[in-house]
């Protein structure tokens, strides 16, 4: 990421008594600039749907190997 955002400001806080990360999956599809691209939270916004199987097996292998 070019700059640091804190999506969840209270992850901090779980992660002060557990191990643990977050991670960002971007659903942008790839042919939109992501300048201007709605949010998640936007009722304009479009997902790639196959990055959704990304971030499945992301979850699936993390809770194996963890």
Known sequence: MPA?????????FVLQRVQGVMAILG????????????LNH???VV??????AVG???????ALEL
């Open 47 to 52: 997902f790639d749907e196959p990055a959704m």
């Open 27 to 38: 659903g942008r599809p790839r042919d939109r600039d992501a300048a201007g691209y709605p």
């Open 4 to 12: 640091p955002n804190m999506p969840a400001e209270d992850w901090t």
């Open 56 to 62: 499945a097996a992301l979850y699936a292998r993390a």
């Open 42 to 44: 936007s009722n304009r």
